[in-house]
């Protein structure tokens, strides 16, 4: 698979194969501004779709939006749905099994890597701070990864990313962030409490 951006409708396209074929792993595509959205098939079956902290139907909706991206497929024996867990609607896997080339395969979009953004012109001549860098002990970042592995499956360390990126680096913010992925509050309450134990354990 390509490691360039190209139009969505490509992306797609690759994935319809690799459901053709049975496949059964994570396609992990990245968009062009630069976030993860990952695709669970089974055994040909679409079976989850998570992006930008959003699952299923919203991540669909939102994934219907971007322009580019480019995806890398890892085979796995792993990735059936884990028991409890609400699988895509119907009308979300025909799109992404070929609805989506009502909405996409039409529109002559030509990809053009964007240009080097030009910094934001000063107001009154003071220039705008820049973003801050979200800096995040890996220790931290480690010991979270291992317990919501336990939870979220592969796509763990991507959600982490994104939690920790929400929450300003915060790992109680990321907590609160990973719990919300989870389908019961049961559930989302035992991942709490073991990552904030994980986490006291380090101070």
Not at 8 to 17: A, D, F, P
Not at 121 to 135: C, D, F, I, L
Not at 170 to 187: F, M, N, R, T, W
Request: glycine letters at 8%; a neutral charge.
């Amino acid at each position: 698979m390509s490691n360039d951006f190209r139009p969505l409708v490509q992306v797609l396209r690759e994935i319809k194969m690799l459901a053709q074929k049975r496949s059964s792993g994570f396609a992990y595509i990245v968009t062009e501004d630069n976030h993860s959205c990952i695709v669970r098939l089974h055994q040909g079956q679409i079976q989850e779709v998570v992006y930008r902290m959003l699952r299923n139907e919203e991540a669909v909706q939102r994934l219907s939006m971007v322009s580019a991206a480019k995806v890398r497929f890892e085979s796995s024996g792993i990735a059936a749905m884990p028991p409890g867990r609400a699988p895509l609607s119907e009308g979300s896997v025909e799109w992404m099994l070929g609805g989506f080339e009502h909405d996409l395969g039409g529109q002559q979009y030509q990809y053009a890597p964007a240009a080097t953004a030009s910094p934001p012109p000063a107001v009154n001549g003071v220039a705008p701070p820049e973003a801050p860098v979200v800096v995040v002990n890996p220790h931290v970042r480690q010991a979270l990864e291992q317990i919501a592995l336990n939870y979220l499956g592969p796509i763990a360390g991507l959600l982490c990313q994104e939690a920790f990126d929400a929450a300003g680096g915060d790992p109680q913010k990321a907590i609160v962030q990973l719990a919300g992925q989870l389908y019961s509050q049961q559930e989302a309450q035992r991942f709490s409490d073991e990552a904030r134990k994980a986490l006291a354990a380090l101070r």
